[in-house]
C-alpha cells in the first residue's frame, strides 16, 4: 500500500471501466473483470458502441439459464447448485472473475418489475436458493456477488426511493437472506443497493455497511456500489464502500478535495481499498478455463425447466399421449418465446429452443395463429387464431407478460396478462372447448379470466434457452411436473397487503411487513388465495402414510427431527416436495402464523415407498431481537407443520422450547411500570421489596416516575440513585 502514489489510490476506488476495475502499473497482477449476471454469464465479443451495453449484437453466446423465480420453482438446492457451477465455468472461461449475481431481495409485492430476478416472497427459501447458487459458482474459482443490499423491493424510483423500517422487520425478513448466504457460503462481493435507508443512500450507509455488515456479520468481502449507485464519494469511501462503478469516476477531485482538507484520510482510503487487495490475491493465480461444454451445461438449464414448470390448473386432459391430434398452436410466445426479463439479466443464448419447433415435432399435425403482436392484436390476427382454433381438437395458447409489462427499470401495473392476449383468448375459447395454456412470466399474475375456460394452465416462468422441451416432456407426460410455487398468487391486486401503497415514489414503510409479506399475511389473516406458496400439480398420487418426530436438546444441529413416510400410488415416476413451516406462539411477540423453515424434493418412482428425513437445527426457530441486537430463540410453545403446500398441511405437533431466552423487550423509562413487572420482573420485585406493594393505578405510570417516589419517600442519596438508575438502565435499554 505504501508504495502506491496517492493518486493511483484514488483511481482504484473506482473502476477503470464498465466491467473491470484494480487496473494499475502499481500492482502485480491483472486486473478484475466482473459480468452480469444471475441467469447466466454475459460477456462481450467486440467493443460496445453508444453505451448500448443490454444490445445482444456485441455479445458473446452463452447459456441462458432459467430466470430466478423459476430456478426457486425447483425447490431442489443441489440442482441449483450445479447451475452456479455451469455459469461459473463459462465465467472462467471468459475470464471473469466475479459474476454480479445472484440477487437476494425479496418478492415484496407481485407487481414488482425485477421480480423475476428474485427467487422468492419466503426469506428462507431465497436464501436456501441464493447459498445453492453461490456455493456453486465459487466451487470454480469465480467469486459470487449477491445483490441489492439492501431493501430494494421496488423499480420504480429505485435510485431514491427511502425505505423506513425497524430492526427486527429488516433484519428478520429482509436482510435475512443476505446474512445466511454470508453467514453459509461467504460471498466473494455484496453489490450496495440505489435506495435509502432511513435517510442516508444504501452505498453511503454507516449503518447498512459498517454496523451490520462488517461488524455485526464480520463480512470480510468486497463492497461494490450498483452502477451508479454512488451520490456522495467520500462518504462512501469513509462509511464502508470498496469500489464504485462503472468507471472511470467522475468524483475523483472531490476525493482529492477531502484529503486536502482532511475531512478523509490516507488511511481511511487504505482501508477502503484493503479487501480489493485480497480479492485481487485471489484472483491472480486463476487461469482461464480453455474449453467449457455449452451443450451440457445447456442440459443443466433443461434439467432446471423441467422441475421449474408449475402446473396450476388440471381437469385430467394432461398429459396427453396422442400424436394424431390436430392441434392449434396460438400466441407469438410459441414462436418468439419470452425467455428472460431483461436488463441486467440479458444473455445471448447459445442454444435457444422455440417452442413451437418442439411441439411440431411431437404433434404431427399443427397449425399456427400468431394471435397477438406483443400486448395487442388485430381484426386479421383475430380471425386467423378463430380459425385455427375451430380447425382443432387441442388448443396450446402461449401467452404471458411482454417486455414493455414486466422489465428491470420498471415495476408492473397490474397483474393481468395484456388485453390484446386475453381478445385473443375469449375469440378462441368460443370455438374450442379443449385449451391448455402455457404462460410465460416472472412473477404473480391475475388469471381469474381464463381459469373457467381453460382445461389446463402450465406457469412456465421465463425458462430461458430451454423454453421448449421441457414443456413438451410436461405435456406429454414423459415428465410429471414438480414446481412448486415460490409466491403466492393472489385472487387480485386489491387483495395483496400492500394494494395502493406500491409503487411508492418518495418514501416507503415496512414496518409490519412481518406479517404483511407474501404467504404471512394470506395465511395470517386467512385470506382466500388463487394459488398458495408451496403449491403445485402432478401427475402422480402421493400418499403420506405416516409422519413422525422427535427432539434433541442436546444437539443444536438436529434439533427436531423428521421422519415422513411417502408413497407413490401411481404409475408415474414424480418428485415430490416435502415442506416443513414453523408457527411460534409467543406473548407479546408478533410472529407469522407459519414460516417456512425446512423442505426437502425427493425423488419417488412408480409404486414405490421412501421415507424422508429432514432435521430443523435450533436457528430455525430464531426471531430477531431488538433487545439483543441479534437472532435468539424465545422460550414458548412452537406448532411445526408438514406438508405439501402452505395450505396443504398433513401433520401438526408442538414443541416447547424452555431453556433459551425468555421474550423482553428493549423499553425506557417512559414505559409503564407494569413492563417491569411482564419483563424484567428483578427490578419490579426490587421495588416492591425495598419501598412498598404497589397499587394498581401506579402500575400504569412511567417507571421514572415511581423511581423519582422511591428516592423521595426513601430518601435515597443521588450518588446510590444514580447506581441504581445505570443498573436498571444497563438491563431494559440493552
Known sequence: MKKIPLNEKIKLTSGQANWHFFESDNIDGRKINVADGPHGVRVYGKPVEGGDFLSKRYLEPTTLFPCASAMASTWNKTLIEEVGRSIGRECRHHRVDVLLGPGMNLKRSPLGGRNFEYYSEDPYLTSEMGQGFVKGVQS??????????????????????????DERTMHELYLYPFYKVIRKVNPWMIMSSYNKLMGEYASESSYLLQDILRR??????????????????????????????????????????ALNNGTLSERELDDSLKPLFDLHEKVKPIEKLETIDLEKHHEVARKV?????????????????????????????????RTNGGGSATVKPYIQEIPYDEFSKVFKNTAYAKGYQENDTSEALLNEAVRVARESELVFFFTGTTEIIETEGKDRDHMGLP???????????????????????GSALDLRGIIPNSRAILETWFLGGAAAKATVDIVTGKISPSGRLQETFPLKLEHTPHYATFPPMVSVDYHHDLIMNGYRYY????????????????????????????????????????EATLENASNIDTY???????????????????????????????????????????????????????????????????????????????????DHTNYAPCITFEYPVKFLELYYPKW?????????????????????RMLDRYKRHQNVDEKTMETLIKQIKADIEV
Open 140 to 165: 470454480e474459482n469465480v467469486g459470487a456477488c449477491i445483490k441489492h443490499y439492501g431493501l430494494n423491493e421496488q423499480e420504480t424510483m429505485r435510485r431514491f426511493v427511502d425505505v423506513k423500517v
Open 216 to 257: 455485526q456479520w464480520a463480512y470480510d468481502g468486497v463492497v461494490v456500489s450498483d452502477w451508479g449507485a454512488v451520490q456522495d464519494k467520500v462518504k462512501s469511501i469513509k462509511n464502508g464502500m470498496n469500489i464504485e462503478m462503472p468507471g472511470p469516476s467522475s468524483f475523483e477531485e472531490d476525493v482529492k478535495e
Open 305 to 337: 425447466a423441467s422441475e421449474a414448470i408449475v402446473l396450476l390448473e388440471n381437469d385430467g386432459i394432461l398429459p396427453i399421449n396422442d400424436p394424431s391430434l390436430e392441434v392449434g398452436i396460438i400466441g407469438q410466445f410459441a414462436k418468439e418465446p
Open 419 to 441: 388485453k390484446g392476449h386475453l381478445e385473443v383468448f375469449e375469440a378462441i375459447r368460443k370455438v374450442n372447448e379443449n385449451i391448455v395454456v402455457i404462460l410465460s412470466n
Open 523 to 562: 395465511d395470517t389473516h386467512e385470506y382466500d388465495v388463487l394459488y398458495p406458496f408451496g403449491y403445485g400439480l402432478g401427475y402422480a398420487t402421493i400418499i403420506y402414510k405416516a409422519i413422525k418426530w422427535s427432539v434433541d436438546t442436546s444437539n443444536e444441529s438436529a434439533f427436531v427431527k423428521i
Open 576 to 658: 415430490e416436495t416435502l415442506q416443513v413451516y414453523i408457527g411460534a406462539s409467543i406473548q407479546q411477540v408478533v410472529k407469522p402464523k407459519k414460516e417456512l423453515k425446512g423442505f426437502e424434493k425427493v425423488w419417488l418412482p412408480a409404486k414405490k415407498t421412501k421415507t424422508v428425513h429432514i432435521t430443523l437445527p435450533l436457528e430455525s426457530f430464531e426471531t430477531y431481537s431488538e433487545t439483543h441486537h441479534g437472532f435468539v430463540v424465545y422460550n414458548g410453545n412452537y406448532e411445526i407443520s408438514v406438508g405439501r403446500h402452505s395450505r396443504a398441511i398433513h401433520d401438526t405437533f408442538e414443541v416447547k422450547i424452555e
Open 684 to 704: 419490579y420485585t426490587f421495588l416492591e421489596d425495598n419501598f412498598r406493594k404497589l397499587w394498581w393505578h401506579e402500575k400504569e405510570e412511567p417507571i421514572w
